[in-house]
């Protein structure tokens, strides 16, 4: 029973994993359709930075990054 046990751990382990990435990939997805302002498929610099700036959630998920990986974190670095 121990090993049965173990292999559906780990084929459920996979199945997670692969589920937090099909959500990572829509998310990034409604990010992207949110802030194409002009449905052109590409990202301008402008509607990049406004809609960061929009969205607060987003907002604080870049500059939490940013902060963790140079221990500065700014909105100025957004803004230039």
């Given at each position: ?6 292999i559906?751990?780990?084929i ?69």
């Amino acid at each position: 029973m121990g090993f049965e046990k173990a292999i559906y751990e780990l084929i459920g382990d996979e199945i997670e994993k692969r589920e937090r990435q099909i959500e990572a990939e829509e998310r990034a997805m409604n990010i992207f359709t949110m802030m194409d302002k002009n449905s052109d498929g590409i990202l301008s610099r402008e509607e990049f930075i406004d809609g960061c700036l929009n969205d607060e959630q987003l907002y604080q998920l870049l500059t939490q990054s940013s902060r963790l990986g140079d221990g500065r974190g700014s909105q100025s670095s957004l803004e230039d």
